[in-house]
């Protein structure tokens, strides 16, 4: 099963490589990882999927809560509100352009840029609206995907 | 003030008695403020490996926080084996490391390396300090950091230009992470569960780790067995933590734990763990650990030893002591006498056994020891058959009187942690070791000699690395590979060439007198006890066993 971690952890050198590093010394496996400041600049929030049970979420969550540079963790498995920013770079030929532009309307997607056989598209949404996407644009042929990782936060 | 001054000046002020270290080109600054300072007592080891096994074994001995001071690259990376060592047993150290500039960092200096980066996962946490006006905050951290909630080894990685600038020295008098606040309370309603369990059990077991030792449990536990009559058994970290004899102390669980001790642990119905993280060498196979509880109450101050292995009950984050503190208000008097009976039964029908005859057996050294320390020296160990027999065979009379590394097992622990335990407790020691553990620390003879340090090195001498051994004999048909120690060299001739007194023993009947002779010499004093060769440790479960399924042995 699929956790949603968030830490809030001193904006500081060697942070990110203490987090990083405990996962890989307890075998955790991270699914993606996502870093920015937040409303203090002193003060980044780490958001990080992790794959396993509940037992393995419980001792990620107690590991993550020892090292010294972490302020608070919190799990956004539920109650929260989680996006993900995609960058699609797709095929756009003569024959498919009117279907792309009107899968992008429907999803709320955006075209960032259109050259003489590629478009990029931005869409951000939960994952199973971009699962269904990246179904539906999938058959006009993808060439480049690039992702942010999920971000959460709480409901409340 | 310098760097370097701020440096030894915040040690001052956390009354550091002795600093264990060796010199090197990026902490010559620091050296160099040293010379003029009288308030360190400086222990010069002759390996960096070394000075941190003292340092640890100070620690353990006395409670307080070791202090290590060498220098970048190979002096840094020569502590590694000593940090993670610490970090096993939760020891408080401070480890000072000298670096290069700080504007060469990454450039591959000479005798760079990422220390910090190497010590990240064996620390309980690190700093690389890249401004002298950060230097007193970040030592004040760290020695609050190394003591407090579990303690444990921090580093300060210190570049060799921050030592040479200078900024104002204030020393911080109070400190306040807001990111670390250890919880030393209990819960009282968890308290109050736990009280209630204990109070309706019937066949209820205190099983105590070194937690209690590090936390200064050791009184109020004996005070809560005595009121409500229940057994303790310990791990091998928590030796010493309740006297040996005392009626309600099953001794040491586990592997090589007392048979009695480890069925009281599969039929007890309740479990108690106090200060301990449920080692794979204590729970042996976990899906039947404790088969007869239905419940089990751990209280213990890193949240995440609780449930990590086996799923608590009754969960207490607190610190030992505080909490045992609060619990006796809420434990019923008892006599449990139905439950103690039937333990006697097993001490008497499976005590610890080994064959008494005519050769001179390791087990037979151990006990002349504890004849004559009786429990008021220090014994300190190496890793591997003669620490087992150390663990079984000596008297404990008190906390902190047995030092050995529990949760790493390293070899080359013991003798430099035997002089590091002395310097800290000013007892007698004896450093009892194996002709291959000691070889990995024997150039600190040196240091024992200069010192005049009382460490009476015994070397339970087989001429194999007797434990790896025993495996290869019982469970991989006596494949000796690589195990058998050929070319070991003269060991009383070895010491004498570092002028320390030696003597070989290879008779039973001749034990007692050397013993009584190294327990009477003030001085460094070796004997090379050439033991039988392939005598084994019993009790013994095989890893992955259930810990009820023991070889006893004794009969080959």
């Known amino acids: 099963m699929k956790h949603t971690i968030s830490v809030l952890a001193k904006n500081q050198f060697g942070v990110l490589a203490r987090i990083s590093g405990l996962f890989s010394a307890r075998g955790f496996n991270i699914e993606s990882l996502v870093v920015g400041e937040t409303e203090k600049p002193e003060i980044s929030r780490l958001t990080i999927e992790v794959l396993g049970d509940g037992k393995i979420l419980e001792q990620v969550m107690k590991q993550l809560n020892k090292l010294i540079d972490v302020i608070k963790v919190f799990d956004l498995s539920n109650n929260s509100i989680k996006r993900e920013l995609f960058l699609i770079k797709l095929n756009f030929v003569k024959e498919n352009r009117s279907e792309i532009i009107e899968l992008v309307n429907i999803f709320k997607a955006k075209i960032l840029d259109v050259s003489k056989d590629s478009v990029i598209i931005e869409i951000v949404d939960e994952q199973k609206k971009i699962d269904s996407f990246i179904d539906l644009i999938k058959p006009f042929g993808i060439k480049e995907i690039a992702r942010t990782g999920k971000l959460a936060i709480g409901i409340g | 003030m310098l760097g370097a001054n701020i440096i030894l000046e915040s040690l001052k002020k956390e009354k550091v008695e002795y600093i264990f270290g060796y010199p090197g080109g990026q902490v010559i600054p620091i050296f160099d403020a040293l010379y003029d300072y009288d308030n360190f007592k400086f222990i010069l080891p002759r390996h960096e490996q070394g000075g941190i096994h003292m340092a640890d074994g100070y620690a353990r001995v006395s409670g307080k926080v070791g202090v290590v001071l060498v220098t970048s690259g190979p002096g840094a990376t020569n502590i590694i084996t000593g940090i993670a060592t610490a970090y096993m047993d939760s020891i408080p150290l401070v480890c000072i490391t000298g670096q290069v500039s700080t504007a060469l960092i990454g450039n ?23 401004d002298v006006k950060d230097l007193a905050l970040t030592i004040k951290k760290a020695f609050y950091i190394a003591r407090t909630g579990r303690p444990g080894p921090v580093l300060i990685d210190i570049p060799i230009d921050v030592q040479k600038s200078s900024c104002n ?16 309370d209990g819960n009282l309603k968890q308290i109050k569960k736990a009280a209630d369990l204990i109070n309706k059990s019937k066949k209820p077991i205190f ?36 006297e040996k004899n005392h009626k309600l102390n099953l001794g040491m669980i586990g592997m090589h734990g007392m048979c009695f001790a480890n069925f009281a642990m599969q039929e007890a119905d309740l479990v108690i763990a106090i200060g301990t ?5 204590v729970t042996g196979k976990v899906s039947t650990f404790a088969k007869g509880s239905k419940n089990i109450i751990h209280i213990d101050i890193d949240p995440s030893t609780i449930s990590k292995i086996i799923d608590a009950s009754v969960p207490v984050v607190g610190d030992v002591k505080i909490v045992l503190e609060e619990l006796i208000n809420y434990i019923e008097e008892n006599d449990h006498s ?17 064959k008494k005859d005519d050769i001179l057996r390791p087990e037979y050294i151990i006990e002349e020891i ?28 008190y906390p902190r009187s047995f030092i050995t590394s529990g949760g790493l097992g390293t070899m080359g622990f013991g003798f430099p942690a035997s002089i590091g335990a002395y310097l800290g407790s000013k007892k007698p020691v004896w450093c009892i070791t194996g002709d291959g553990s000691f070889q990995m620390n024997l150039q600190e003879l040196s240091t024992a000699f200069i010192h005049n340090i009382p460490v009476k090195i015994i070397i339970i001498d087989n001429g194999f690395l007797g434990m790896v051994r025993q495996w290869q004999e019982i469970l991989y048909k006596k ?27 290879d008779k039973k009947s001749d034990v007692s007198s050397a013993i009584k002779e190294a327990n009477e010499y003030s001085g460094p004093i070796l004997i090379d006890f050439i033991v039988e060769p392939e005598e084994n440790v019993f009790p013994f479960v095989p890893a992955g066993n259930s810990i009820d399924d023991i070889m006893r042995g004794v009969e080959k």
């Open chain 2, 108 to 130: 591959d200096a000479f005798q760079e390396s990422d220390i910090t980066g190497i010590t990240r996962p064996i620390t309980k946490h690190n700093f690389l300090v890249k």
């Open chain 2, 169 to 184: 020295f204030v020393y911080p008098e109070e400190i306040d992470i807001a990111s670390y606040r250890p919880n030393y």
């Open chain 2, 207 to 242: 099983y105590a780790g070194g937690g209690v030792i590090s936390s200064g449990a050791t009184q109020i536990l004996l005070k809560i067995l005595e009121k409500a009559s229940i057994p303790v058994a310990t791990t091998l970290m928590g030796l010493g933590a309740i």
């Open chain 2, 277 to 281: 993280r449920f080692d794979d060498r």
């Open chain 2, 338 to 354: 139905d439950w103690l009976e039937k333990i006697n039964i097993w001490k008497e029908k499976f005590p610890l056994i080994y």
């Open chain 2, 370 to 397: 504890a004849k004559i320390s009786k429990g008021e020296d220090i014994i300190a160990t190496d890793v591997g058959q003669h620490q087992m027999w150390a663990a079984q065979y000596s008297y404990f009379k």
């Open chain 2, 479 to 505: 494949r000796y590979s690589e195990t058998k120690l050929i070319g070991n060299p003269d060991f009383v001739k070895l010491a004498e060439s570092y002028n320390i007194k030696a003597m070989r023993i």
